[in-house]
């Protein structure tokens, strides 16, 4: 059964930093690619980065510059760093394959707000 734990979301204010973890489990972690997501109300969840198996990362326009992926394969893990962070951010944040699968975590909020 695929499992994702998603932790490490709060309250920062404008200009802040906040580090997202992920757990994967039930998966073959090591030969896919992983993406952490986002999802207001009312809206669809968006891909903001996507880390290849090789760990090559892709991001969203919004957040270019400001947000980096890693992974650590050997422990299942996939991480966002989330720098200079602004209001828009706000968001619960989630991880998943990359084309997502149908199982989500609980997802992480992030709240970004002075």
């Known amino acids: 059964q695929v499992q994702y734990v998603e932790s490490g979301g709060g309250l920062v204010q404008p200009g802040g930093s906040l580090r997202l973890s992920c757990a994967a489990s039930g998966i073959i972690f090591n030969i896919r690619a992983m993406g952490w997501y986002r999802q207001t109300p009312g809206n669809q969840r968006e891909l903001v980065a996507r880390i290849t198996v090789g760990s090559d990362t892709n991001y969203a326009d919004s957040v270019k510059g400001r947000f980096t992926i890693s992974r650590d394969n050997t422990k299942k893990m996939v991480y966002l760093q989330m720098n200079s962070l602004k209001p828009e951010d706000t968001a619960v944040y989630y991880c998943?394959?990359?084309?997502?699968?149908?199982?989500w975590g609980q997802g992480t909020q992030v709240t970004v707000s002075s």
């Open positions: 998943n394959k990359n084309p997502p699968g149908t199982s």
